[in-house]
């Protein structure tokens, strides 16, 4: 078992090195969502699948419907553990390209930060993984299975390795799903993101009149569709902010209510979030805490409505058709499908006769994701994160009100058990200009992959 | 007093000139709107002055905020009803001009209609009442005091005459405001205008966060603008169609029952309805008849609804603000001021704390206007058309659920008691390409109006 000085002094002796090799990885133009940067994205896969061999690993490149993921195994000691890591090499694009202060495939270091896109989001904390896997196989202290699967398009809707997990089910079977791929509030309170919640969308269309109306003539006779998506839009919930959809808690799994106690204390005041948003969080079911409104229950979202008459003045108008854009977060245990069925039927009692709703495009194949501080898995995770952090060994618990639809997939196929851990900070600047991350992140990084699969 | 036949055989006979005259007056560029057609809307003042003149009526143009408007008086027997005689010089453009199979301004009379712009709207109409003035006048038979006031600037708000209104109130004192500018069903069916409904205006931003925000970072904390402006929108009715706003239907004058059942009169069916806008005519408080809800009752329309997201496919956010252009028609005996005030209070009701709702633009000027055939100028009126038409005496009763700001403010600073008769038809093309008016609907507007101030 290797300890957390060796692994400082090894991180602090191969520095230089690892800076060397971290700037040929990030000067790749992996960007996954622009086809000009096909050849990068290429270079990347290769790069890695020649590192990866070099390593020990049995590393090769599996096609998708998109870009190619890079996948290495190197076998272990069959009655420990196996370990699926889970990362992406495409990055995101640069633009609005003018406000970096140097190239974004040009690395730089700069005052202790690596300035180039990826630094972070996600070459930055793969990197500091496959670093820590190196140093333990130079000093014989990886003993169990790894298994590595690096996607190339993370950044543009991870279809390609969406399409492939069905085929690769065997391949990637394991016993925990690790990912580093998030954040922590700071360096003080390493964390551990505890959940993730699912995502449905819906657009609708509201048809009424075959024509806008003049809303004199009209007015007390025809129904108005911009009246009737509105009407919709507020049926989705009663006034106490609960979700009104029928069946729609049916599924939900209750939090764990030591859980909930762990999600409490992260540093969560009111003033903070005005100070973030300028809104005090007062949405979700009123009664329940911050927490887990926020990160256990679902949500129903309007992101957009239009219909009518948007420009300057007054136009009096009955529109002849209106639209909504709808998302929903969903909660552990919630199937996407059945939630998007049952918004659907809701949604349709509020039809006039003789209006007609239309659903014009929607996705449900996102579902939530959501461990337990009592899973044997966390419990390890909490034991090494408490070596890292200056707080007394306080670790942080995130069960988050955002979605990463790959990985709930990658747990449910692989059967791993999700530890997702990670070093990024809000200072990264993940998917803006002049992104960086931290030498100091990095070295924590390390030193935490390097005790992880050590103590396994 | 003159007769139907009199006056017919009049027309007849002076048809010629009359058409003449009228294409000179219809050859007049006096588009209101667009400032290069200022020339025309002089030249054409002018001319009705001059007109106006020759006819032994005192002429002048009274100079407004805009269009100079004409006023011409002509004295008679003091013991008999004033009337005050509105109508427009102005005219609506003429695009998409490619529509048109004639010049717009250069009337054509084809198949005993003349194609023109303002051929009906609302030259046409104050035309055939000028003739039938000149007529009565030759033939000694026009007894009562008559005033003239033809605005410039109806197709455009009517700004000027209504800010000159208040300087020229003892000047168009009057008993009667007869108003020829609206239409009839068919010409079997001579119509009177009874009512017009009020119009108020606002829109409405409700601001949230300072910026976007991701949908699931905060969904379940940060309050949904679009969320809440639906709720609002929502608000406004009860689940059956009522005004929910307290105190909306205070000042509402119930309508007169023999009035109401005068306005069933007029033909309406579902499926009449359908065919004419492919909705069924299920909007406005269930349980009362079409003709309330749509002449008598205030409705409360969203004409617009836009905040958010609204491109193709999904982006999870909430919305930072939201908007909604709204607009109600009012009914009689509603003050607009009151109207506009009583929605923001109930809009402000449904602000979520730390969100803000802004009223950024809104108008409360234009009153309703309702006439009760009881009143004897309306069986006065009655009592011509009833001689017109084909149908056995047949008389229709129009309480619109359009308005007509400035008929309004007329009849309340003049004092008269509204007489709208026009014999407009749906194939006239008013404000369209190819407008016309018939010569039957002149004669028949010539008659109508010769036997009408012949008989006062």
């Known amino acids: 078992m290797i ?108 005052d202790g930060r690596m300035y180039a896109r990826g630094a972070e989001d996600n070459k930055g904390q793969n990197f500091y993984v496959l670093k820590a896997l190196e140093t333990l196989i130079e000093q014989g202290q990886l003993k169990n299975t790894v298994k590595i699967l690096l996607e190339g398009e993370e950044e543009c809707g991870s279809k390609g390795i969406a399409g492939a997990l069905p085929k690769i089910k065997e391949k990637i079977a394991a016993d925990i799903l690790l990912v580093c791929d998030s954040g922590t509030l700071n360096l003080d309170l390493p964390s551990i993101t505890m959940g993730l919640r699912g995502l449905i969308f819906l657009e609708v269309a509201l048809h009424g009149a ?25 049926s989705l919930h009663t006034p106490d902010g609960r979700i009104a959809v029928p069946g729609y808690y049916d599924q939900l799994l209750a939090p764990d209510q030591e859980d909930l106690k ?64 709808i998302t929903s977060r969903i909660g552990a245990g919630q199937d996407p499908k059945r939630c998007l069925d049952l918004i659907v039927k809701h949604l349709e009692k509020s039809v006039p006769k003789s209006c007609r709703m239309e659903v014009t495009n929607s996705s449900a194949d996102a579902r939530a994701l959501r461990v337990s501080a009592a899973a044997p898995e966390i419990k390890h995770a909490t034991a090494i994160l408490s070596q890292l952090g200056n707080n007394c060994g306080a670790v942080g618990y995130i069960w988050m009100g955002a979605s990463f639809p790959i990985a709930a997939d990658l747990a449910e196929v692989s059967g791993g058990t999700p530890v997702m851990v990670g070093f990024g900070l809000e200072e990264d600047n993940i998917h803006a200009p002049n992104e960086s991350f931290s030498i100091e992140q990095l070295k924590m990084g390390y030193i935490f992959a390097g005790l992880y699969f050590s103590n396994l």
Chains 1, 2 share one sequence.
């Open 3 to 110: 300890t957390k000085d060796t692994l400082s002094k090894a991180f602090d002796k191969n520095l230089e090195r690892y800076l060397a090799e971290w700037k040929e990885y990030l000067a790749f133009q992996s960007v996954s969502t622009d086809p000009q940067f096909e050849g990068g994205c290429k270079a990347c896969a290769k790069w890695l699948v020649e590192k990866l061999s070099k390593l020990g690993f049995k590393a090769e490149l599996i096609p998708t419907s998109g870009k190619d993921m890079v996948y290495a195994e190197r076998s272990g000691d069959k009655s420990k553990p196996v370990v699926l890591f889970y990362g992406h090499y495409d990055v995101q694009p640069v633009d609005p390209i003018e406000l970096w202060k140097s190239d974004p495939f040009t690395p730089e270091l700069r």
């Open 210 to 234: 075959f024509k806008d109306l003049h809303s004199g003539t009209h007015g007390g006779l025809a129904p108005n569709p911009l009246a009737v998506i509105a009407k919709m839009i507020t």
């Open 262 to 325: 762990l999600a409490l204390t992260m540093p969560f005041t009111d003033e903070w979030y005005v100070s973030q948003t300028g809104v005090l969080p007062v949405a979700g079911e009123q009664g329940k805490s911050w927490a887990e409104r926020n990160g256990f229950d679902p949500t129903i979202e309007v992101n957009g409505i239009y219909g009518g008459y948007s420009g300057a003045g007054v136009k009096t108008i009955i529109p002849s058709v209106a639209y909504a854009k």
